[in-house]
């Protein structure tokens, strides 16, 4: 049994190292000999309470990382993450029925984790003594803790001032040494990605396909916890392309291992303002122009994704689309989630609006049955969160406001301000 790493656009193979990219430039891929697997192995493990079974991504080792030894495995451990769904959620999107798998259930509060832990694995394997990535900030909030675990040094390199409150609080926490980089989060990538090859550090950007691996998981345990039914469709926000990549890699091994009967249609979503990969397929180019992106869901702030070849692929194999929504839609959708009491970061709700956006055009059906991934949690972001509730981001309306009410420290404050609250209730029945 081995795993080799694969170009997918020459097809060459290399041994799994530190290189990612391919002599011809292109992307490289974790390419596994799968042993036997079946949906009853991971049945089987359901419940488990020891590692590394226990955790939702190793679940899945036989497809993820087979041949890596278990006492190489660093994990928190990730995943099983729960699916919701609320009446007021359904009105919104105009569906029967919609579940959120919620990602911003994992260890560090994003689906990062899922890839990390794999990423950090490999990483222990190789001997790497140093880790590093560029985010736009729950990417290092997940490699610090798991680098802190693994007992490596972190190094994360970070656009300056352009990261959620919550992301930068954990880095710093967690014990990296946090570059801020004057540009933004496309600087700090290209900037990581020469560093790494001058100084020899391991870089764990989802460009290193480990990553993928472990991102997979998203959809094995989404559709084991499903009894394997798939849904129609999967919808999932797009900034560096690194889960849509994924995603798609996902579906077509399962296929391939007759763990799969029907392939879900994949709906990736970007941000009005950071839609580089939106205007290619839309365009029917064959390649993707980088831009300078703006949009108030900072996590997916990227003009120059890394992915776009891998998540093309996984967009064109699942008869999939790609969708654009405003920073309002955005906004708007994340209010709607977080009322719902599940709540999640500005980026998650992208795939929330996008479905309700696509809704609205026929393009899905309100019997269709729709899957959103959440990808991180509502803590993440307490700036825009409290921003919409009190009518501070710039360029947006908050159609669903619930902003503090001031009052005096006096019981008839309270009452006076309990009538108001019972009138409100009454009105809205
Ligand atoms: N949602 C959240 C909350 C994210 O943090 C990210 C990416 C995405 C969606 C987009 O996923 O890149 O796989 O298409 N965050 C990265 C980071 C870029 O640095 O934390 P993608």
């Known amino acids: 049994m081995v795993s080799k790493f694969s170009c997918i656009e020459c097809g060459r193979e290399y041994q799994p190292g530190v290189r990612f990219r391919c002599d011809c ?106 880790v590093a990535c ?7 909030a997940s490699l610090a803790a798991y680098a802190a675990q693994a007992d490596v040094t972190c190094v994360v390199f970070i656009p300056e001032g352009e990261i959620a409150f919550g992301k930068l609080a954990q880095a710093l926490s967690y014990g990296a040494n946090v570059l801020q980089v004057k540009g933004n989060f496309d600087d700090a990538m290209r900037l990581v990605q020469e560093a790494s090859e001058r100084l020899g550090l391991y870089l764990l950007n989802s460009v290193n396909p480990w990553r993928i691996e472990g991102q997979k998981s998203i959809i094995f345990e989404l559709l084991q916890q499903r009894g394997w039914a798939p849904p129609d469709w999967i919808a999932v926000p797009a900034g560096n392309l690194g889960n ?13 291992l007759d763990l799969l009967d029907e392939t879900p249609r994949l709906l990736a979503l970007q941000a009005e303002g950071a839609n580089p990969f939106y205007r290619l397929v839309e365009g029917g180019g064959n390649s993707l122009e980088p831009l300078k992106p703006s949009t108030v869901a900072s996590a997916i702030k990227i003009g120059n994704p890394v992915s776009w070849k891998k998540a093309l692929k ?34 998650s709700a992208a795939s929330v609006a996008g479905v309700r956006k696509l809704v609205d055009e026929g393009v899905i059906d309100s019997g269709d049955d729709v899957v959103c991934i959440l990808t991180g949690s509502l803590l993440k972001d307490p700036g825009a969160t409290v921003g919409y509730h009190t009518g501070n981001v710039e360029g947006v309306t908050p159609r669903y406001a619930n902003p503090p009410i001031l009052i005096e420290a006096d019981l008839a404050s309270v009452e006076e301000t309990f009538a108001q609250i019972a009138l409100a209730v009454r009105e809205n029945r």
């Open 244 to 256: 849509t990549s994924a995603f798609g890699k996902a579906l077509r091994e399962m296929v391939d």
């Open 314 to 347: 996984a967009i064109s194999e699942t008869d999939g689309v790609v969708e654009q929504v405003s920073d309002q839609e955005i906004m708007d959708a994340k209010a709607i989630v977080d009322r719902c009491g599940v709540g999640c970061e500005p980026a």
């Open 25 to 130: 430039g292109g992307l490289l891929e974790v390419k596994h000999e799968f042993p036997e697997v079946s949906r009853a192995l991971f049945d089987g493990r359901m419940g488990s309470l020891d590692g590394p079974y226990c955790s939702g991504a190793w679940r899945f080792k036989e497809l993820v990382d087979p041949c890596i030894e278990e006492a190489l495995i660093v994990s928190r451990p990730e995943g099983n993450t729960n699916l919701y769904s609320h009446r007021i959620l359904c009105e919104y999107v105009g569906l029967n029925d919609i579940s959120l798998k919620h990602e911003g259930e994992n260890p560090t509060g994003s689906f990062k984790d899922r890839g990390m832990t794999v990423g950090i694995s490999e990483a222990n394997r190789l001997g790497a003594k140093m």
């Open 134 to 140: 560029a985010s736009t900030g729950n990417t290092s």
